[in-house]
């Protein structure tokens, strides 16, 4: 048995729940999985430290909030050189803000994995997003700053953060995808069905097509969601043809 | 000539005395000294970027808090095992309070590097903490994230940061340090004397001596404060011995 092997064995049936879990939400495997957990022990567990202290997600919520605050910060300076202090500082905000965390956390059904001595339907609406901050913070002490820095890009730029949108230039992208193909006298279908997969709350996936070709796909927990992200990577794949309307 | 002595040829007058005086603050030497300039141009210049927006170190402001507000995070998470989240907060917004911040800008005479078009004395009070701000986010652009909270550590943590005294837990090092002789019968003396030397505030130094032999210096713009920071160091360097009587 190899020393790998050996320390997979040695984890708990509820730490290889974790493990499998985390690796696709986190693109990697967690070093420190004992820190992880924390991420998700709710305070009504009233679970204690080794030196008696209450142990529950808060503390690394804390320091979650304040690198996800740093790397939003540093993407934003190098993005828009243009902006001014006010306008970076309103355009983070925008991006932390509870209710873009939350969907955020929401998406990625983080409270499945939660721990608590509560019924779940009585966490609050921000129990998604303090839980994702927390998820932060953990991958932050396991695996350092660029790391976490990497996590943030792939977890909520990449497919969240959309400057002209938070600008309020962008309203909806299924409707600029449209406009788009009326003006090119293209063909387009918005192909939406159900895909609630393992997940406990309904989601909805769909194929967005372009002269009978799948060209974008999106999956999330409303048909117009799913439309908007399906059209926002049509948009993004799209980008200079279709900002020409502009 | 060397490369090295190249790129020192090339710099301008201005651009040798900010390196010069950058270098014994940072306690490294500046990589990319055109982006500690911007941290030192203030907003009366009017001076514009390359694409035309001003130039002045507002941005870096910005960058700057959002950098130290998550190395301070990351230190009191570590340092304080068992403080929950309310009391992380607290003492963050204790240590990065603009009166700290300001302390410190003032402390290391960051005004004098100030670029600008308006009298020093129309800057405002919040000038000090707002140049150190964006010289923090100078070094972070310039050396990352690792080097960036090294020099945090260096300039904020090691000098100023003191857990017990934050909580409120001690109001003076003097007075904790003479009840400490008091109690062990033995001698001290704060040596005061004049040290402006090149800074154009004036300046005292202080030399501690306990059983006449200096254990201890401080340097600062008060009599006061000098004798609290070598107080400080003497209850640092004594803490176990001190910290009885408590």
Redesign the interface.
Known sequence: MSFIQKIIKSRSKRDDYLFNELKPILGFSPKNLYIYKKAFVHRSTKEL?D?G??QNY??L???G???L??V???YL?KKV?????GY??QM?SKIVSREHLNELGRDLDLIRLVKSNVSKSKFGENIYGNIFEALV?AV??DKG??HC?KFIYKSIIKPYVDIPRLEGKITSYKSLFIEYCQREKKEFGYDVFDDTGKDTIKHFSVKLSLDNKVIAKGRATSKKKAEEIASKRAYFAFQEQISKIN
Chains 1, 2 share one sequence.
């Open positions: 430290t030196i202290n209450p808060e503390r919520e804390f320091l909030d304040a690198v605050g740093a939003i910060a540093s300076f050189p243009s902006g001014n202090e970076l500082t983070r913070g932050y002490l700053y660029k820095k």
